[in-house]
């Protein structure tokens, strides 16, 4: 009786096959991920450009029945529309911007400029907001943010800090002239 031998061939990758097939999907997901990275820098900087755009309009309606804009101590807004509050009371970013005072004696809620301030949506930057003294009142204002995209076109450079980080982006009032973007 006569034995066959059969030859058996394996089918496969080599290791030098699966070792490049492992670093093209490695350099893909690299670029996948820096893509990733850099859209959600700039989803968060249109945050923060739409939050201080949205504080600015509510500065505005402060001014407008106040004729000024508040004051500022440590980069907040200080008293949030009141002059009885002292200086301690500072108002943090997050919580409501409403004239505790309104000029209406007999008006029973106090009237709301904005629901929130707004709040860095990273958590760890500051927005700074200072009232500008022109001829000894404040008829002006800047708000600050840090942005992360350092491409993006309204980054400037100053030594003002919000929070560990330099600012790089305002938003001010008419009255006040905006730090030129760097070129």
């Known amino acids: 009786m006569k034995r066959s031998i059969q030859s058996f061939h394996v089918h496969g990758f080599t290791l030098v096959e699966l070792l490049i097939t492992i670093a093209i999907i490695g350099i893909l997901s690299l670029m996948g991920l820096s893509t990733f990275m850099t859209t959600q820098k700039k989803g968060r900087d249109f945050q923060r450009k739409a939050s201080l755009a949205a504080l600015g ?17 440590h ?48 958590g760890n930057l500051n927005f ?9 009142v404040n008829k002006g204002y800047r708000i600050y943010a840090h942005l992360e995209n350092d491409q993006d076109p309204d980054v400037f450079t100053t030594t003002v800090m919000c929070g560990a980080l330099a600012c790089n982006f305002a938003v001010t009032s008419e009255t006040v002239a905006r730090p030129t973007p760097i070129p």
Do not use: H, Q
Not at 88 to 115: H, I, R, T
Not at 128 to 136: C, M, P, T
């Open 57 to 73: 309009k509510a500065l505005e309606s402060y001014m407008n029945d106040k004729g000024v804009y508040p004051p500022s101590i």
């Open 75 to 122: 980069g907040k807004i200080l008293w949030c529309g009141t002059e009885a509050l002292p200086e301690s009371d500072a108002c943090e970013w997050g919580v409501p911007f409403a004239d505790p005072l309104p000029e209406d004696p007999d008006a029973d809620n106090p009237f709301v400029y904005m629901k929130a301030l707004p709040k860095d949506p990273a």
């Open 128 to 136: 700074r907001y200072e009232a500008v003294d022109i001829g000894g």
